[in-house]
């Protein structure tokens, strides 16, 4: 009889440690690891973001126009 109590009890540790202790921690770190992926792709977004923004400006932009030699009349102000 005291070994059937004894084996209860123990088997009801076992639970208590099991459900209390393995499977929160278990969640936790599954949870921890989620934000951290997740945190990890947010940056590399914005990684690539000012990448491609920083390639844009670095571009070189097209040459403006500038005027041919005889479109062009230069003049000087008259006071």
Same mark, same amino acid.
């Given at each position: 009889? *005291? ?5 209860? /009890? ?6 208590? /440690? #099991?459900? @209390?202790?393995? #499977?929160? #921690? *278990?969640?936790?770190? +599954?949870? #921890? ?7 990890? @792709?947010? &940056?590399? =977004? &914005? ?6 923004? +920083? &390639?844009? &400006? *670095?571009?070189?932009? *097209?040459?403006? @126009? +500038?005027?041919? =030699?005889?479109?062009?009349?230069? /003049?000087? @102000?008259?006071?």
């Amino acid at each position: 009889m *005291s070994k059937l109590i004894l084996y209860g /009890f123990l088997i009801y540790l076992l639970y208590k /440690f #099991v459900f @209390e202790l393995l #499977v929160p #921690v *278990s969640k936790a770190t +599954t949870q #921890v690891k989620d934000k951290l992926r997740e945190m990890q @792709e947010q &940056q590399a =977004a &914005q990684q690539r973001a000012y990448q491609q923004q +920083t &390639q844009a &400006q *670095s571009q070189p932009q *097209s040459p403006k @126009e +500038t005027p041919k =030699a005889g479109d062009y009349i230069e /003049f000087e @102000e008259v006071k």
